[in-house]
Nanobody, 128 residues
Framework: QVQLVESGGGLVQAGGSLKLSCAAS????????MGWFRQAPGKEREFVAV????????TFEDFVQGRFTISRDNAKNTVHLQMKSLKTEDTAVYYC?????????????????????WGQGTQVTVSS
């Protein structure tokens, strides 16, 4: 079955960096749009970033403001989220997700309902 396993979360001071990874198995990874979402306590899960199947296109939520980078390695079935200049408001559980829908057009999936599979999440805590 499909498995998405996140890693790399932890505790970091404001202004610091973390790199999250997501290892995928049980799917044709190169056929999947890969996204990152996050959920802070008491809040809805929200979109963070997505990368196209070949890694050539990315989309970020506005709050990222150039601080995060998303990348993928189709040979290793992994997707990464490099986060820099972290803020306390970035504290959340970060989830990796896979969208296997064949999509026409240039828009990348940014909505929760568009994703077929989800990981269990990794906690990111940013202290002041």
């Amino acid at each position: 079955q499909v498995q998405l396993v996140e890693s790399g979360g932890g505790l970091v001071q404001a202004g610091g960096s973390l790199k999250l990874s997501c290892a995928a198995s049980g799917l044709t990874f190169s056929s999947a749009y890969m996204g990152w979402f996050r959920q802070a306590p008491g809040k809805e899960r929200e979109f963070v970033a997505v990368i196209s199947r070949n890694g050539g296109s990315t989309t970020f939520e506005d709050f990222v403001q150039g601080r995060f980078t998303i990348s993928r390695d189709n040979a290793k079935n992994t997707v990464h989220l490099q986060m820099k200049s972290l803020k306390t408001e970035d504290t959340a559980v970060y989830y990796c997700a896979a969208d296997l829908t064949v999509r026409l057009g240039a828009s990348l999936p940014t909505r929760r309902f568009q994703y077929d599979y989800w990981g269990q999440g990794t906690q990111v805590t940013v202290s002041s």
